[in-house]
C-alpha cells in the first residue's frame, strides 16, 4: 500500500526518532549529540590545538634570572656524534659549526660581560697536552670555562692538567679515565667546587662506550673586578 502525503510525513519523522534513540543507545550521548548537530544543520566547534611548551634561552625549561647566563652543554655520542655548548641561545661549538675536535672542547668566556672569548679542541689521545697547558695556564681571574668531552678526554691528562681543572672548580677530573663523557663548567678563581659537573663512566651505552651526557642550568654573571 503505497502512503499518502501525511502518512508519509509521519513515518518519515518515525523514522527519525528511531535512528537518534538507537544512536542513543548504542553509542552514549557523545553520538547521539553528534546525530542531533547532524539533523539540525548545526557544526561543532573545533577543538584548540593544545599550546607547544615555551622555549628559553638553549632550550631551558624556564627562564635563568638577571644578571645570568643560560647555558646547555652536550658531550660527544661515542666517537660519531659531536658535543654541543650553547650560550645564551648561541651555539658557540657544535658540528654545524665545524669547530669540534676529539677529545676536549672548551669555550672561554668573560665572566663579567658574558663576551665569547675563545673556542678550541685538544686532541687528548694523540695530541700535544702541553697545548692544553698553554691554553690554561695565563686564564684571568673570573674566565669561565665550558668543556664538552668527544670520544677519549684523559689518555694525555698529565697531574698538572688534573690540578688545572681542580682549580677550576672540578672534582671529577682527578678520576677521568679512558672515553669517559665529561661535561664541566668552572671559572678562574672560584672559591668552592663547580655545580655544574657530569662524569659518565657507564660503557654499555654504545658498545663500551658511555652514554651521552647532557646539562643545563643558569650561570650568574661576575661584578666588574676592582681596580
Known amino acids: 500500500m503505497r502512503l499518502t502525503g501525511p ?33 539540525s544543520g548545526a557544526s561543532e ?15 631551558l625549561s624556564a627562564p635563568c634570572p638577571p644578571k645570568h ?3 646547555r652543554l652536550v658531550s660527544g655520542a661515542a ?7 650553547c650560550l645564551e641561545d648561541k651555539m658557540l661549538v657544535s658540528s654545524v659549526k665545524n669547530n669540534v675536535g676529539r677529545g676536549l ?33 695565563p686564564l684571568h681571574e673570573g674566565t669561565l670555562v665550558f668543556v ?7 689518555t694525555k691528562m698529565n697531574d698538572e692538567t ?17 672515553r669517559d663523557s665529561w661535561v664541566f663548567v668552572g671559572a678562574k678563581g672560584i672559591e668552592n667546587k663547580s655545580p655544574f659537573e657530569q662524569n659518565s663512566k657507564s660503557n654499555n651505552k654504545y658498545e663500551g662506550w658511555p652514554e651521552s651526557l647532557e646539562m ?6 661576575r661584578p666588574p673586578l676592582e681596580g
Open 7 to 39: 502518512l508519509r510525513v509521519v513515518a518519515v519523522l518515525l523514522l527519525v526518532g528511531l535512528t537518534w534513540l538507537l544512536a542513543s543507545t548504542f553509542f552514549g550521548e557523545d553520538s547521539s549529540s553528534t546525530v542531533r548537530h547532524f539533523f
Open 45 to 59: 566547534e573545533p577543538t584548540p590545538a593544545e599550546p607547544h611548551p615555551r622555549r628559553y634561552k638553549c632550550g
Open 69 to 71: 647566563l643560560a647555558f
Open 79 to 85: 666517537n660519531v656524534i659531536g658535543p654541543k655548548i
Open 105 to 137: 672542547n672548551i669555550a672561554l668566556v668573560n665572566g663579567v660581560t658574558g663576551e665569547l672569548l675563545d673556542t678550541k679542541s685538544f686532541d687528548m689521545w694523540a695530541g700535544d697536552v702541553s697545548d692544553l697547558l698553554k691554553f690554561l695556564r
Open 148 to 154: 664538552a668531552s668527544f670520544d677519549d678526554a684523559a
Open 162 to 178: 688534573r690540578r688545572l681543572f681542580e682549580e677550576l672548580g672540578s672534582t671529577a677530573v682527578k678520576e677521568l679515565a679512558f
Open 216 to 221: 643545563d642550568g643558569c650561570i650568574p654573571l
